[in-house]
C-alpha cells in the first residue's frame, strides 16, 4: 500500500463530507460494481428460487442476508482502484481468493446485523485480523463515526425500497397481467413475473456501489486522521519538492 498513489485528496474530513467523497468514487466504477454484484447475487438468488416454492418470499429473504457477500468484490475492487491499481472486472473476479473467503462465515453471521457494517466491511475483509482484534478495532474506528455510518445504512435503505416500489408500480402499469403490487403483494407472488424478481435485484445491484463506496470512504477517513496518512504524504511531498541531492548547487 503506496500512499503516494492514493488517487484521493488526503485530509482529514467529517463523516459526511466523507459520505459525499464515497459517492463520487462510485460514480466511477458505478457499472464495473452493478456488473460485479450481479455475477455473484443472480446465482443465489436462482438457486433459492429453484429449491423453494415459487410463491415464498424466502428467496428474497435469503437475498438480503447475504448482501455483504454480494458486496465485497465490489469493495475488493475499490480498495485496489484507490491505491493506482488498475483491477477490471475480470482481474477481480478471477482473484475470488482474495475476497471471497476471509472472514465470510462472520460477515454472515455474528457481524451481519450491524447499522454500520460498511464502515467495518473493510477490517474484515483487508486487515483481516482475529475476532478479538476485530471487536477492539470496530471500536477505535467506529469511535466518531458509528452514527453516521448507521444513518448511512438507514438512509440507503429506504432510498432502495423507494425505487423498487417505485419500478414496481411503473411495471404494474405497462404488464399488469404479470405485476401484482396489491398491498398483500408478499402473499401474490406467484402471480409475479421474473420481471419482478429481476428488477428488484438490479435495484439492490444500482444501490450496491453507494452504499459500499460510502463506508469505504468513512474507513479510509479514519485510517487518515488516527494514522497520519495526511501528514505522512505531506512530509513526501516536501521532501520531493525541497531535498536537494548530495552535492547539488544551492
Not at 457494517?117 to 485480523?129: C, G, H, Q
Request: hydrophobic share 50%; charged share 15%; net charge positive.
Amino acid at each position: 500500500m503506496q500512499l503516494s498513489n492514493l488517487i484521493i485528496e488526503t485530509r482529514l474530513r467529517n463523516a459526511w463530507s466523507s459520505i459525499d467523497l464515497g459517492v463520487l468514487f462510485a460514480r466511477q466504477f458505478w457499472w464495473r460494481s452493478v456488473a460485479l454484484y450481479l455475477v455473484i447475487a443472480t446465482p443465489v438468488f436462482l438457486l433459492t428460487r429453484l429449491l423453494t416454492d415459487f410463491g415464498t418470499v424466502f428467496p428474497f429473504i435469503v437475498l438480503w442476508w447475504c448482501k455483504p457477500l454480494y458486496e465485497r468484490p465490489i469493495l475488493y475492487m475499490m480498495s485496489r482502484e484507490l491505491f493506482s491499481d488498475q483491477t477490471g472486472f475480470l482481474r477481480t473476479l478471477l482473484n475470488y481468493r482474495d475476497w471471497l473467503f476471509p472472514g465470510t462465515l462472520a460477515i454472515l453471521t455474528t457481524r451481519r446485523i450491524s447499522f454500520a457494517r460498511s464502515m467495518y466491511a473493510p477490517i474484515t475483509l483487508l486487515e483481516r485480523p482475529t475476532s478479538a482484534i476485530y471487536s477492539g478495532r470496530s471500536l477505535v474506528l467506529g469511535h466518531k463515526f458509528s452514527g453516521e455510518g448507521l444513518w448511512l445504512t438507514l438512509i440507503l435503505f429506504f432510498v432502495e425500497g423507494i425505487f423498487a416500489v417505485s419500478i414496481l408500480a411503473v411495471l404494474a402499469l405497462m404488464f399488469p397481467e404479470h405485476v401484482d403490487v396489491a398491498l398483500a403483494w408478499f402473499n401474490n407472488l406467484e402471480r409475479n413475473s421474473a420481471i419482478v424478481d429481476f428488477s428488484t435485484l438490479f435495484v439492490m445491484a444500482a444501490i450496491s456501489p453507494f452504499y459500499t463506496a460510502a463506508g469505504f470512504m468513512l474507513y479510509i477517513s479514519r485510517r487518515v486522521e488516527l494514522e497520519g496518512w495526511d501528514i505522512e504524504i505531506c512530509f513526501r511531498d516536501w521532501m520531493r519538492g525541497y531535498r536537494r541531492p548530495i552535492g547539488g548547487s544551492e
